[in-house]
């Protein structure tokens, strides 16, 4: 059974600061994706990970993934108010549809 | 973009009535759509995978008789949450997969409360 774990699960932080949130994953998946959550919404689309070693970055936000480590990192650089939200990792599977199994979720607050 | 419209937003119903939500994708086919349930301040849980014209597989867990999935076209399918009790009141989001398989095809949510 494929099981999507972030840590950490809540984070404060101050404007300015650098920070890394972590999702580990427990079987070989091929597509890993990071999505943003505001308050009562649904999901933004951040980032797709098709492969190892493969990094994206958009603004102050970067994503990487080690397939072999079964790992993907969300790194904030410079952190701003309003990157304040939950972030989600999600992993599919590797068989048929893909079907994503959601990380616990990164409760990030940015101090101004 | 890719849009999936869902509804309602937000729906408020007694205890032991039914609810419908919708999600419809506006211009793309839905060959799966995936049902998702969040409690707050929790993740999102799959709860069922439909593929148009066949019936859905739930995952564990989650009753198919409570909770009832339509795919009848590949631009429409329904989620049904019969005999609704305050447990069942979450924010729901569906997801519908194309064949361009784009992680962008999320719905806006439903807020279910049931009083």
């Known amino acids: 059974e494929l099981k999507v774990e972030q840590n950490p699960l809540f984070l404060s932080m101050q404007e300015g600061k650098n920070y890394t949130i972590y999702c580990n994953y427990s079987?070989?998946?091929?597509?890993l994706y990071w999505y943003r959550q505001d308050p009562g919404k649904s999901l933004e689309s951040l980032f797709v990970?098709?492969?190892?070693?493969a990094v994206k970055q958009e603004g102050r936000l970067m994503a990487s993934l080690d397939t072999k480590a079964r790992l993907s990192t969300l790194h904030i650089t410079a952190a701003v108010h309003d990157l304040s939200a939950t972030y989600f990792c999600?992993?599919?599977?590797?068989?048929?549809?893909?079907?994503?199994?959601f990380g616990t979720g990164t409760r990030l607050k940015v101090l101004a | 973009g890719a849009v999936v419209s869902q509804h309602p937003s937000w729906v408020i119903c007694k205890s032991g009535t039914s609810v419908k939500i919708e999600c419809r994708s506006l211009?793309?086919?839905?060959?799966?759509m995936f049902w998702y349930r969040q409690f707050p301040k929790q993740s999102l849980m799959l709860m069922a995978t439909s593929n148009e014209g066949s019936k859905a597989t739930y995952e564990q867990g989650v009753e198919k008789d409570k909770f009832l999935i339509n795919h009848a076209s590949l631009t429409l399918s329904t989620l049904t949450v019969t005999s609704a009790h305050p447990e069942d009141s979450s924010f729901y989001i569906c997801r519908g997969e194309g064949q361009d398989f784009s992680p962008l095809h999320f719905g806006n949510g439903t807020r279910l409360t049931v009083t």
């Open positions: 079987t070989t998946s091929d597509r």
């Open positions: 999600a992993v599919s599977g590797t068989s048929g549809t893909y079907k994503y199994i």
């Open positions: 211009d793309f086919q839905a060959t799966t």
């Open positions: 990970l098709l492969s190892n070693g």
